[in-house]
């Protein structure tokens, strides 16, 4: 059974930077995307960044020209830069492998706080 597994969360001041990564643990073929969505506390999952298997990327309003995703597709990971954090980016992070067949492969979440 392939699983994601995620790292790099933590606690960061505001205006800090972490960088979140999410690795296959086994082989994923016909990968159309991967992506990074996050959920704070009360709040319903949202899109943070996209990635394509043309890399074509995409991010949500409230991270761009913050966050950057980029991928190993060797390595099947894919990671998320995160710069200039916000009290308001505190969430847990799912990354999420989009495949052919309509199939996505979910990570289990890495939590990010940012506080002072």
């Known amino acids: 059974q392939v699983q994601l597994v995620e790292s790099g969360g933590g606690l960061v001041q505001p205006g800090g930077s972490l960088r979140l990564s999410c690795a296959a643990s086994?082989?994923?073929?016909?990968?159309?995307?991967m992506a990074w969505y996050r959920q704070a506390p009360g709040k319903q999952r949202e899109f943070v960044a996209r990635s394509t298997s043309r890399n074509r990327t995409n991010y949500a309003d409230a991270v761009k020209g913050r966050f950057t995703i980029s991928r190993d597709n060797a390595e099947n990971t894919v990671y998320l830069q995160m710069n200039s954090l916000k009290p308001e980016d505190t969430a847990v992070y799912y990354c999420?492998?989009?495949?052919?067949?309509?199939?996505?492969?979910w990570g289990q979440g890495t939590q990010v706080t940012v506080a002072s």
């Open positions: 999420d492998f989009e495949v052919d067949g309509n199939y996505e492969y």
């Open positions: 086994g082989s994923i073929f016909g990968i159309i995307a």
